[in-house]
């Protein structure tokens, strides 16, 4: 018995390396979340980055580690800003 591929939009594709590239999530993350193979989406993220110009070069580590940490503090001075606005 064999077994037939599964078939993805270009949508679909596109959508899923938007995620990756705008939320910092790591590519097997997103991929375990929609049911796709980590390296399937590696090599989608791969032709969507050489399409659509994305020379961006890939975060170091500390970069990596900056970042998470200042989405982390603009989180807490969101959640102030609106306890604030509910307290006046």
């Not at 991929?31 to 390296?39: M, R, T, W």
């Not at 900056?66 to 969101?78: A, D, G, S």
Request: with cysteine; proline share 2%; hydrophobic share 35%.
């Amino acid at each position: 018995m064999s077994v037939s591929r599964r078939r993805f939009t270009q949508e679909f594709k596109d959508e899923l390396c938007r995620e990756v590239i705008s939320t910092s999530k790591p590519i097997k993350d997103v991929a375990a979340a929609y049911g796709v193979g980590p390296e399937t989406l590696r090599n989608w993220l791969i032709k969507y980055r050489e399409a659509n110009g994305g020379t961006e070069t890939e975060l170091t580590v500390s970069e990596r580690a900056r970042l998470k940490e200042l989405e982390r503090e603009n989180q807490e001075l969101k959640a102030e800003t609106a306890f604030l606005k509910k307290a006046t």
